[in-house]
């Protein structure tokens, strides 16, 4: 299944930025308050869930499995932060503690990766559904995410702290483009994995009708997933000064 392993340069520049982003997400969780661990955990979690493009084991099915259901649990993550954050805008309260979210995170990880090795392996299309749940989701939360950011600016509007919320709108919209690009591509099953895997089994690709609608596509979707790894890095750079 060498057709999942398909690493190219855009890749590496995309792993780059969201290695800088989730490292700064980790650090920022560490050092900062409750409330914003969540937030910065699943900003970090987009980080670990690109790895498997790195990985020279990357072609065994059940981690690529796993790889893409850490994507899809990173923005659910991300969602509840930026959910606790608005009730904390609202009524500065803050319910747990942060090592009840990272027990929380380890625990669900274990589960899924437990889920995926009692299962059987899964095969290349199995493996396509999963990464088409993680886009659906993505996107869907995405949107979900803008709202929150939306009223949480309206909250502390005034406040310096708005202006960071700001960026993470930006980020989200550049997400949304990313992840969106992709699943259009998978939808019509325009996307390189795809048209790899069709080659592998002797099946002929009949696209060229769509070269320019796909180009573009992947462009957007190539262009985005780096310029979100970038302006989530410069958002967490910004909030860090921000909050020392």
């Not at 932060?81 to 929380?104: C, W």
């Not at 709108?169 to 550049?174: D, H, K, W």
């Amino acid at each position: 299944m060498d057709f999942l392993h398909n690493t190219s340069i855009i890749s590496l520049i995309q792993i780059s930025c969201w290695l800088i982003a989730g490292l700064l997400s980790f650090y920022f969780s560490v050092g900062n308050a409750r409330v914003w661990t969540s937030i910065s955990m699943g900003f970090f979690l987009i980080f670990v869930s690109r790895l498997y493009l790195l990985a020279p084991w990357a072609d065994y099915p059940r981690l690529a499995a796993i790889h893409y259901i850490v994507g899809t649990v990173a923005i659910m993550i991300m969602t509840h932060g930026f959910l606790e954050y608005y009730v904390f805008s609202r009524t500065l309260e803050v319910s747990g503690s942060k090592r009840s979210v990272y027990l929380s995170i380890i625990g669900i990880l274990i589960g899924s990766a437990v889920f995926v090795i009692i299962n059987p392996i899964p095969t290349y299309v199995i493996l396509r559904h999963i990464k088409m749940i993680e886009n659906s989701t993505w996107l869907f939360l995405c949107i979900v995410n803008i709202e929150l950011v939306r009223k949480i600016y309206l909250q502390i509007k005034g406040s310096p702290m708005a202006n960071g919320f700001i960026a993470f709108g930006v980020v989200f919209l550049f997400i949304f483009l990313w992840k969106g690009a992709e699943l259009y591509l998978q939808v019509y099953g325009w996307d390189m994995d795809w048209q790899a895997f069709l080659t592998t089994v002797g099946v002929p690709s009949t696209d060229e009708e769509f070269r320019m609608r796909i180009g573009f596509s992947r462009a957007v979707r190539d262009l985005a997933g780096i310029f979100s790894g970038l302006s989530a890095a410069l958002s967490f750079v910004y909030l860090y000064r921000l909050l020392r």
